[in-house]
């Protein structure tokens, strides 16, 4: 069982940054495949960015060059650094969990993870 908690989220300029942040509430936390997804009304949830246990980044090309996902072991946290954002980016962000390292290499879907937290809003504006 494991307990996803996202914060950060909020309103933003095109343009402008934001850090959105998850805390894991997981045993053996860095043993686990961590991802970024977001879904704007009417689609389908996608997957932005992943991390395995190693730290091996993969993204999304709609993100890639703007957003960086990390992770910290030590307190069990996931972020998500976002910049130079669009309108487009606009979505519920969620953080997502797997104990499959391989989901996060080649997978990669929504399908694929187990684990979810209640998401955080993030809104861009023109």
């Known amino acids: 069982q494991v307990q996803l908690v996202e914060s950060g989220g909020g309103s933003v300029q095109t343009g402008g940054s934001l850090l959105i942040s998850c805390a894991a509430s997981?045993?053996?936390?860095?043993?686990?495949?961590m991802a970024w997804f977001r879904q704007a009304p009417g689609k389908e949830r996608e997957g932005v960015a992943f991390?395995?246990?190693?730290?091996?980044?993969t993204y999304a090309d709609s993100v890639k060059g703007r957003f960086t996902i990390s992770r910290d072991n030590a307190k069990n946290t996931l972020h998500l650094q976002m910049s130079s954002l669009k309108p487009e980016d606009t979505a519920m962000y969620y953080c997502?969990?797997?104990?499959?390292?391989?989901?996060?290499?080649?997978?990669?879907?929504?399908?694929?993870?187990?684990?979810w937290g209640q998401g955080t809003q993030v809104t861009v504006s023109s």
């Open positions: 997502a969990a797997r104990l499959n390292d391989g989901v996060c290499l080649r997978n990669r879907e929504t399908t694929d993870f187990r684990s």
């Open positions: 997981v045993y053996l936390y860095s043993t686990y495949c």
């Open positions: 991390i395995t246990s190693g730290g091996i980044t």
